[in-house]
C-alpha cells in the first residue's frame, strides 16, 4: 500500500458524459501527478501539481482538465468522453515534485466508456 | 523530441538473471526510474539513478550512462513473482516524467 488513495476504483459510463476521478497524496506529500495508462499507449504523463499549482503538463487533452486544493486532494475531470479515453487513471505522489523525489502510485481508477 | 526504448517481452528461468535494456533520447535529463507494474496494479518503484554507474539494492541493481543514453535493470535470483512488467522513464526537464512502453518479463519454472 503506497498511502495515495484513488477513488473510485472502477468507473463505467457512456460516450459525451463527464467524470470526476479523485486522488489523496501521502500523508506529507505535497506534488500530485497524473497519468493515463491504455493497451496501446502505455503509462503517459497528463499533468502535476505542487502545493496548488500547476507545475507540469503533458499529453493532457483540452477535454480534461485537473486541480489541487488546499487540503493537497486533486481531482481529474474528463468531460465530452470518448471511446479512446477508456483507460486506467493514475495518480501519484511524492514530498516535493523535484526531479528526484520517487512517485508513489495509486490503486488507479479504470475508466471504461461504452 | 522524446524516446524510450525497451524490449517487448523477455522470458527467463528462475534462479537466473536478466539483463533489461533501456536506450532513451529525451528533453533534458534529470534521471532514471525503473518501475515494476504487475497487471492492473499500480507501478511501484525499484531504482533511480542519475549519476554515472551501478546502483545495488538488495537482488536487483541499475546501471546508468548518460553520455550513451542507455539503463539496464539487473534482477538476480529470479523469483516467480518477478514476471511483470519493466517500466523505464525518464525525468525531463519541467519535473515530467516519461515512460517506455514496458518489458513483459516472465519467469518460468
Known amino acids: 500500500d503506497s498511502g495515495v488513495t484513488q477513488t473510485p476504483k472502477h468507473l463505467i459510463t457512456a460516450t459525451g458524459q463527464r467524470v470526476t476521478l479523485r486522488c489523496s497524496p501521502r500523508?506529507?506529500?505535497?506534488?500530485v501527478y497524473w497519468y493515463q495508462q491504455s493497451l496501446d499507449q502505455g503509462l503517459q504523463f497528463l499533468i502535476q501539481y505542487y502545493n496548488g499549482e500547476e507545475r507540469a503538463k503533458g499529453n493532457i487533452l483540452e477535454r480534461f482538465s485537473a486541480q489541487q486544493f488546499p487540503d493537497l486532494h486533486s481531482e481529474l475531470n474528463l468531460s465530452s468522453l470518448e471511446l479512446g479515453d477508456s483507460a486506467l487513471y493514475f495518480c501519484?505522489?511524492?514530498?516535493?515534485?523535484?526531479?528526484?523525489?520517487?512517485?508513489?502510485f495509486g490503486p488507479g481508477t479504470r475508466l471504461t466508456v461504452l | 523530441g522524446q524516446n524510450i526504448d525497451q524490449p517487448t517481452e523477455m522470458t527467463a528461468t528462475e534462479g537466473a538473471i536478466v539483463q533489461i535494456n533501456c536506450t532513451y533520447q529525451t528533453s533534458g535529463f534529470n534521471g532514471l526510474f525503473w518501475y515494476q507494474q504487475h497487471a492492473g496494479e499500480a507501478p511501484t518503484f525499484l531504482s533511480y539513478n542519475v549519476l554515472d554507474g551501478l546502483e545495488e539494492k538488495g537482488r536487483f541493481s541499475s546501471f546508468l550512462s548518460r553520455s550513451k543514453g542507455y539503463s539496464y535493470l539487473l534482477l538476480k535470483e529470479l523469483q516467480m513473482k518477478d514476471s511483470a512488467s519493466y517500466l523505464c522513464a525518464v525525468m525531463e526537464n519541467g519535473n515530467k516524467l516519461v515512460f517506455g512502453a514496458g518489458t513483459i518479463l516472465r519467469v518460468k519454472s
Open positions: 501519484a505522489s511524492s514530498p516535493t515534485g523535484t526531479g528526484n523525489n520517487e512517485q508513489f
Open positions: 500523508s506529507g506529500d505535497l506534488s
